[in-house]
Structures are given as C-alpha cells and as structure tokens.
C-alpha cells in the first residue's frame, strides 16, 4: 500500500490552526489542550476510537461550538470569536457524518443550489429561475469532477449512499473552500465508492487543505499526508501514517478495533 507523502524541501504553508484548543461540557473535559496545524495542498486525517473528540474537534473548528479555552486561526486571521456562517464565507466549509442533499432535486439542482451562494445568486430572490442557467457549465463541471456525470439528471433519492456522499463533496466544492473539512466521508461505503471519493479527496487537495476524520485506516494511510490520533479528548501521537501506526500508544488504542 503506497503511503502518501509531502516533500519536506517546500512545506506548504499552515492555512489552519488551533492552539491549546479545549471543550468542556460541566465537569467533562471532551477535548484538551489540542495543537493542530493543517497544510495547505494536503491531506489531514483526525482519527481515534470512538469518544475520542474528533467530531467535537470539528464542531470547534467550524464554530458550531464555542472553545471553553485556545484560539483557531484561518488564513492567519483569528477566528475564535466568529460565528460559523462567516467562518464558512471565509473558506472554512466542512460536510458531516450523515449525508445532507436535497433527495428530490436532480443532482444538477443539487449543484446549482450550492452555486447560488458564491454567484451571489442567493440574496437576488426576485430573479426568474432563468437566471440560474448560467450556473449550468460550472454545475457540469464540478459533477463531471466527482464522476457523476451519469446520474447528472436524477434525482438525489434515487442515488446509492456512497454517491450521495459524491454528491455532497460536489456541493461543498462549488463553494470554492480553501480548507474542507469532511467527516467522515467513507462511512458506510462500498469498496468501488470509496476508491472513487478517495481519487477526490486527493484531486482536490492539490489545490487546498483538507481535513477529515476517518475511521479507514486503509484510506489514511492511502491519501493522508499527517495524521493526528485523538484519545480522550487530547493528542496522543502525530506525524505521517507510517510513523503513526508503529507507535505503541496508538497500536494500544486501536487494539479490538483495527489493527494498525
């Protein structure tokens, strides 16, 4: 299995970051203490057992939840404080776990609708539905990107889960992210599905960062540049996956669950 890898002569620059980052819940510390620098122009997996805080970690991020203590910097400007809506108007754009697309637009709708926001076609509601064909060409060309070229005119209903889940990474591109943040993108895929999403991710992190928790460790040690393992709230181990998986720590945490 081929390990991804980043040429240490050129490091691309920290485009998110997080400092002493910490959650707390009453008396539950759900994370602590998190350090965490995402590369622009790679692949960044978050992994863990489960309750480790990697979805918690997200919501930080991503400002739906507020940190009890640290600071998170996007493109080098604080973000802390901000709400989430303009955090994801500054690039910062995440999907999550359960799948969120409109079933009973087309896929081609499905796209428009996401393009709508960076045309500035969301606020113009007086316009004739006319005025979204000229979202047409970048709709086809972000679905012809994610091979669903095919099902360009069905439903979204009538996709499997695995190409639901293409679809949504469709829609959280047309609004031109520079850090995206899946989660866990591979869940409940099969094999083709997650080859396919897998030859995405990779794509699209040649032009921006990528952060994802992911259960898959084939799939991390596949596409991901850095890993950083969770457990209980606070960073056990990070580096690239090859180093990862032979900590001890790391084995200790996944033992009964996969190996690594």
Not at 131 to 156: M, P
Not at 217 to 237: F, K, M, N, P, W
Request: proline letters at 4%; glycine letters at 6%.
């Amino acid at each position: 299995m081929a390990v991804a890898s980043i040429s240490t002569n050129e490091q691309p620059r920290v485009v998110l970051s997080a400092r002493g980052l910490s959650k707390s819940f009453g008396a539950f510390a759900a994370v602590k203490n998190v350090d965490l620098d995402v590369h622009d122009a790679s692949v960044h997996a978050l992994i863990g057992p489960n309750g480790a805080g990697k979805t918690t970690v997200f919501n930080l991020l991503t400002k739906f939840l507020q940190p009890t203590a640290g600071s998170i910097t996007l493109m080098g400007a604080d973000i802390t404080k901000l709400p989430p809506d303009k955090v994801a108007r500054m690039g910062l754009v995440r999907s999550f776990q359960i799948s969120a697309v409109f079933p009973h637009l087309t896929v081609r709708d499905n796209v428009r609708v996401a393009l709508q926001r960076p045309s500035g076609l969301s606020t113009q509601f007086w316009l004739p539905l006319s005025s979204l064909d000229r979202l047409d060409a970048r709709a086809d060309e972000l679905i012809e990107t994610v091979g669903l070229k095919r099902e360009r005119n069905a439903l979204a209903a009538d996709l499997s889960y695995g190409r639901k889940r293409v679809l949504e990474i469709a829609t959280t591109l047309a609004l031109d992210p520079k850090v995206l943040l899946l989660d866990e993108p591979m869940a409940g895929m099969g094999q083709e599905d997650i080859g396919t999403v897998s030859a995405i991710i990779r794509e699209v992190a040649k032009t921006r960062a990528v952060l994802m928790v992911e259960h898959n460790l084939s799939v991390v040690a596949d596409i991901c540049h850095h890993v950083t393992v969770l457990q209980r709230g606070e960073i056990l181990a990070e580096g690239d996956y090859a180093t990862v998986s032979q900590d001890p720590r790391v084995r200790t945490a996944y033992m009964g669950t996969e190996e690594a």
